[in-house]
């Protein structure tokens, strides 16, 4: 049984940083992706960052490209989205998503296609 526990999030003033963690179990430990979505107020979802364990491939969304980094444990199965210099429109629900790799390349992050999602965590940047 694959579960993801993420953490992380919170309230942060425009210009800050925040950093996300999801540590997944019951993934191959060399064969998985993991990443997070979001979700902001009154819009639809978005890809933001994957990782994927078997190339090594990320992948980023245009609008957190140069802003934020993945990074993974392949060790602990754990994912870190470090992100940088954020904007009060990167306000949302962050959804840690995680399954096979092939889920996630540089030219995308198929988080619909994976059938496990972690608990949203609420980052909040003020402006």
């Known amino acids: 049984e694959v579960q993801l526990q993420a953490s992380g999030g919170g309230l942060v003033q425009a210009g800050g940083s925040l950093r996300l963690s999801c540590a997944a179990s019951?993934?191959?430990?060399?064969?998985?992706?993991i990443g997070w979505f979001r979700q902001a107020p009154g819009k639809g979802r978005e890809g933001v960052s994957c990782f994927n364990s078997k190339d090594g491939s990320v992948y980023y969304g245009d609008s957190v490209r140069g802003r934020f980094t993945i990074s993974s444990d392949s060790t602990e199965k754990t994912a870190y989205l470090q992100m940088h210099s954020l904007k009060p429109e990167d306000t949302g629900v962050y959804y840690c998503a995680a399954d096979r790799a092939l889920y996630c390349s540089t030219n995308g992050f198929d988080y619909l296609g994976m059938p496990h999602w972690g608990k949203g965590t609420l980052v909040t940047v003020s402006s």
């Open positions: 019951g993934l191959p430990a060399d064969d998985y992706g």
